[in-house]
């Protein structure tokens, strides 16, 4: 295990981000609820601008679920004495790297090779 890196900022970090995700979470249900079909009560254009908003919550939504999952990924890691050495190469992750990206899971050298692929 790494022992230069402080790993309870690093926890704390990743827990304050997956607390941050799930209020967002809430906020985000909203604006996933069905877009009304009557156009006698919402105009076309108004519609379609609903749906539109829908689609790209649903994207958000996505996107957040992504990154959760890197979280709690991270957050096993940590447990397992795993974190900050990369799921592919088995190498250390640089300290700066994880201060941009405490979920990163790839050193950089394995990050651009999977850009590329």
């Known amino acids: 295990m790494r022992t230069e890196l ?51 919550a649903q994207a958000s939504a996505r996107r957040t679920e992504v990154e959760r999952q890197r979280i709690q990924t991270a957050l096993g890691r940590l447990r397992k004495g795993d974190y900050g050495y990369c799921v592919k190469c088995d190498e250390e992750i640089a300290e700066k790297r994880l201060n941009v990206d405490p979920a990163t899971l790839l050193c950089i050298e394995c990050a651009r090779a999977a850009e590329v692929k």
Request: glycine content about 4%; overall charge negative.
């Open 6 to 56: 402080d790993l309870d900022d690093y926890k704390n970090r990743l827990e304050e981000r997956l607390i941050a995700l799930q209020q967002g979470r809430e906020a985000q249900d909203k604006e996933l609820v069905p877009v009304e079909l009557d156009q006698a009560r919402v105009g076309r254009l108004s519609r379609m601008d609903a749906m539109q908003q829908q689609a790209m």
